[in-house]
């Protein structure tokens, strides 16, 4: 018999609302070729991403540290992509603490990334601009969403740093359309 604690479809639900709204930022964060130091370096366009993902970040840890999710659950599957972007993001948070005044300000992320760093202790984020041709190069890109997705759905455009729906004729089924 297994001896993990059963979660709650519902709470599963909602794990993955707030891990999926926060792609944007996640993908603007990993497709930076240098991170900003302070929250005003922001492009206009990349603001309002990274700015709900750290909120996303903030209320993921909040409710892994009420406990809402087992010991380990959030860290397993999502830590290696927290310790990834908070790599990119630390200075900022330390600057926007600083910026207002609040050394806990977003401190459920701290929390959270604490954790990620625990479940993974050896793990160095890695990051590979557009152009070397590296993991976060547009060709590498397209690759890694073949291989998860499917070639059928999605392309990355490294220009313009977007995950594009690629929907072409042919029979719907081939998409997962029914």
Not at 36 to 42: D, N, R
Request: glycine share 8%.
């Amino acid at each position: 018999m297994n001896d993990e604690p059963r979660i709650d479809p519902q709470t599963v639900q909602l794990l993955y609302s707030l891990w999926d709204a926060s792609l944007p930022g996640r993908e603007r964060v990993l497709a930076w070729n240098t991170a900003p130091q302070k929250e005003e370096a922001l492009s206009r366009e990349d603001a309002p991403d990274v700015q709900q993902l750290l909120g996303y970040f903030d209320r993921i840890g909040h409710l892994v540290q009420r406990g809402v999710f087992p010991e380990g659950f959030v860290e397993e599957f999502f830590g290696k992509e927290i310790l990834r972007c908070h790599g990119r993001l630390e200075q900022m948070l330390a600057s926007m603490r600083t910026q207002r005044a609040d050394p806990s300000y977003l401190g459920f992320t701290d929390q959270l990334v604490a954790r990620c760093r625990n479940r993974w202790p050896e793990y160095t984020p890695k990051y590979y601009s557009k152009e070397s041709g590296g993991p976060g190069s547009c060709e590498t890109q397209n690759d890694a969403v073949a291989t998860v997705r499917g070639p059928k759905f999605f392309q990355y455009d490294g220009a313009s740093m977007r995950l594009t729906a690629k929907i072409k004729k042919g029979d719907p089924a081939d998409y997962g359309i029914e």
